[in-house]
C-alpha cells in the first residue's frame, strides 16, 4: 500500500456544482435526478444533505487535526520562525503530538508521523524547510522598537542641530572588516549528485584588518590595513603598491585595530580626506578604539561630531555592514578563485593579497552600494521606517510584557469582573472555584466549591483538556460539553505556549543585573558629558599605572 493514498477517480466537479444539486434536491428533485443532471455522485448529495461533514467538503477522510487548529499551528511556525526560533520538523511533529494528547487526537504512536508532515506541507505550500543566518541573542534582544526610537530621535535631532540634513557629504561612517588569505570557494558547475566536489583555496588562515570609511554620497576614504606582527617587519613581502591608492599599513600583536591605531586612523587618514566642510558627523559603533579620549578632544577641535550606535545593532544600522561588506565578501572569493584557477601553482600569500584585494575593492566598494547603505539605514535620507519590522520580530521573545495579567488566587466572596463559570474538579488538591472560560451563556457552579480561583487560561485550557475538571450547568443538570466551533479558539492557548515563547516579565530593554555599568543605548561621543566621563577615566587609569609604578619601584629597591 503506498505511503500516500493516490485517489482512483477523480473529482469532476465543483463546489458550485454541488450546491446546484444540494438545492435541486431540497426543490424536490430526487438524489439520482441531480446526480444525472449535475455529475456528482449521489452519496456525496446525500451525506451533504445530512450534513455529514461541513460545506464546501474535501475528498477523502476526515483529518485528525481539525483544518482551523492546523492553520493555527501553520501561523504559529510562521510567527517563530520570524522570531528567530524556528520550529524543526522533530520538534513540529513532537509538539503537535503533545497537543494532541492535550486535546484527544488519535495519531498511532500518540504523535503525526512522516505521511502526516507530508500532507501538512500540502496543505500549506507556503512552508517550506529553510536554513536560518546566524543571530546572537544580544543582537536580537537589541533590535527592538525602544532602541530604534531612541536613536533615531536623537539622529534626527542632531542632524537638524547642526544643519546637515541635507549634506549628505559631511555624513560619515567606518567600520572594521577583516580578510583571510583563505577565501571560501564559489559556486560552480559540476555534474548533478556529484557527492564529492571540491574548491581550492590557499592553506593559509593570515588575517587582515582592513578601516574602511565612507559618506553619504557615495565617497570612499583610502582604507587602513593592519597585519600581525610585533614589529615593521611583519610588512615586509607584502605588494603594498598594489594595494587602493592612498591606503596605510600598519602593525599589531594580533592584526587588530586598539587605541593606538585608531588614533592614527583618525588623525592620518578621516582629518586628511573628510574636506574642509564644517561640521560633520561620523558615526560609528562602540568599539573601544573609536573612542579614546584623543579621538574625542581632536574631533571636538574640528568640528567634527561623532556618534557612536547601540550596542548589537550594526547589522541593522551600520550602513557599510548592510550593503558594503557583503558584496566586498562576494567579490573577493570570486576574485581569489578565479586567480586560483588560472594556474595550478598559484596561490595568495602576502605578495598576491594586495593586488587581489584591489580589484574585490573597486568591485564591490561603488557609489550604488554605499548609498543604497545610508537609504537601508535610514540615515540619508532620514527615514527611521526604513528599518523593516521583520527585523524587530526576533525581539519579540525578550519584550517585557507589562500589562499581562499574572494568576491570581482570591478568597472565597471576591467577585471577578468578568463572567467565570465555576467548573468541578476531580483532584480536589487542584482548588479549583471558577475558570473563565465562555463556556454558555447561563451561569454553571462548580461542586465542591473551594476558597481560590483561576483566571489564567493557560492553566484553565490544561485543566479542561487534561481531564482533570468538568464543567457543570445547574439548569441542564449534567456537564456541559465544549462547542466544536469553539475548538480552535480554546486551542490557539495551547498552540502558542508550545510553539512561542512568552513575553519575558518586568524590567527594560537592555537591563543588565550583573552590577557593572554598560552601555544600551547609542551616546553622541563628542557631548560634554562623555567627554568627562573619559577624562574621569584617564586621570583614574593614571593614578592606577602611578601606584603600580611606585610599588615596582620598592620591590626593586628590596
Not at 510567527?79 to 520538523?89: D, F, L, M, V
Not at 528599518?387 to 482570591?410: A, C, F, G, H, Q
Request: proline letters at 7%.
Amino acid at each position: 500500500m503506498p505511503r500516500v493514498y493516490q485517489r482512483k477517480r477523480k473529482k469532476v466537479y465543483d463546489e458550485k456544482v454541488l450546491m446546484k444539486a444540494i438545492n435541486a434536491v431540497k426543490n424536490g428533485e430526487s438524489v439520482r435526478e441531480a446526480e444525472r443532471n449535475y455529475g456528482v455522485p449521489k452519496s456525496t448529495i446525500a451525506d451533504s444533505l445530512k450534513k455529514k461533514y461541513k460545506l464546501p467538503g474535501r475528498p477523502g477522510r476526515r483529518q485528525i487535526i481539525p483544518l482551523e487548529v492546523e492553520n493555527k499551528i501553520a501561523n504559529a511556525v510562521k510567527e517563530a520562525a520570524k522570531q528567530g526560533i524556528g520550529i524543526t520538523r522533530r520538534q513540529l511533529l513532537s509538539r503537535v503530538g503533545e497537543l494532541s494528547r492535550k486535546m484527544k487526537f488519535a495519531f498511532n504512536n500518540g504523535k503525526p508521523g512522516k505521511d502526516w508532515f507530508d500532507g501538512f506541507k500540502r496543505r500549506h505550500p507556503d512552508l517550506s524547510i529553510r536554513k536560518p543566518e546566524k543571530l546572537t541573542t544580544t543582537r536580537a534582544r537589541m533590535v527592538n522598537p525602544v532602541v530604534l526610537q531612541r536613536y533615531f530621535t536623537d539622529l534626527n535631532e542632531i542632524l537638524v542641530a547642526l544643519d546637515i540634513s541635507n549634506k549628505p557629504s559631511v555624513i560619515w561612517n567606518c567600520d572594521e572588516t577583516g580578510k583571510q588569505f583563505e577565501h571560501d570557494p564559489v559556486k560552480i558547475l559540476a555534474p548533478k549528485g556529484a557527492r564529492s566536489l571540491v574548491g581550492r583555496t590557499t592553506a593559509n588562515r593570515t588575517n587582515v584588518t582592513i578601516m574602511a570609511c565612507v559618506n553619504a554620497v557615495g565617497n570612499v576614504m583610502p582604507p587602513m590595513f593592519v597585519v600581525k606582527g610585533k614589529t615593521s617587519r611583519s610588512l615586509h613581502g607584502f605588494n603594498t603598491e598594489a594595494a587602493p591608492e592612498g591606503c596605510m599599513w600598519a602593525y599589531q600583536e594580533k592584526g587588530w585595530m586598539n587605541d593606538a591605531l585608531g588614533e592614527v586612523w583618525f588623525r592620518e587618514i578621516f582629518l586628511k580626506n573628510c574636506g574642509d566642510a564644517r561640521p560633520q558627523l561620523l558615526i560609528l559603533d562602540g568599539h573601544s578604539s573609536h573612542e579614546t579620549l584623543a579621538i574625542l578632544e581632536l574631533a571636538l577641535q574640528e568640528n567634527i561630531h561623532i556618534l557612536s550606535l547601540p550596542p548589537h545593532t550594526t547589522h541593522v544600522l551600520q550602513p557599510l555592514d548592510r550593503t558594503v561588506f557583503g558584496p566586498l565578501n562576494m567579490a573577493y572569493n570570486s576574485v581569489c578563485s578565479e586567480y586560483l584557477g588560472q594556474n595550478a601553482l598559484n596561490t595568495v600569500n602576502k605578495w598576491t593579497f594586495p593586488g587581489l584585494f584591489n580589484k574585490a575593492w573597486e568591485t564591490a566598494v561603488s557609489v550604488a552600494n554605499i548609498t543604497s547603505g545610508f537609504r537601508a539605514c535610514g540615515i540619508f535620507p532620514f527615514n527611521p521606517s526604513a528599518i523593516p519590522n521583520e527585523m524587530l520580530v526576533p525581539s519579540k521573545p525578550s519584550e517585557r510584557n507589562y500589562d499581562s495579567p499574572s494568576t491570581s488566587l482570591k478568597t472565597k466572596g471576591e467577585r471577578s469582573r468578568v463572567f467565570l463559570p465555576q467548573l468541578a474538579c476531580e483532584d480536589a488538591s487542584t482548588n479549583v472555584d471558577c475558570i473563565q472560560v465562555p463556556v454558555s451563556a447561563e451561569p454553571l457552579i462548580a461542586m465542591p466549591a473551594e476558597n481560590c480561583a483561576i483566571e489564567d487560561p493557560n492553566i484553565l485550557f490544561d485543566l479542561i483538556l487534561g481531564g482533570q475538571c468538568e464543567i457543570f450547568s445547574p439548569d441542564e443538570g449534567g456537564i456541559a460539553t465544549i462547542p466544536q466551533e469553539r475548538e480552535a479558539d480554546l486551542a490557539e492557548t495551547a498552540i502558542n505556549n508550545l510553539f512561542i515563547p512568552p513575553a519575558l516579565p518586568q524590567s527594560s530593554h537592555g537591563s543588565s543585573n550583573t552590577g557593572q555599568k554598560t552601555v544600551t543605548f547609542h551616546r553622541l561621543l563628542t557631548s560634554t558629558e562623555v567627554l568627562e566621563e573619559k577624562r574621569a577615566a584617564s586621570k583614574k587609569k593614571e593614578e592606577r599605572e602611578k601606584k603600580k609604578n611606585e610599588r615596582s619601584a620598592i620591590k626593586k629597591q628590596k
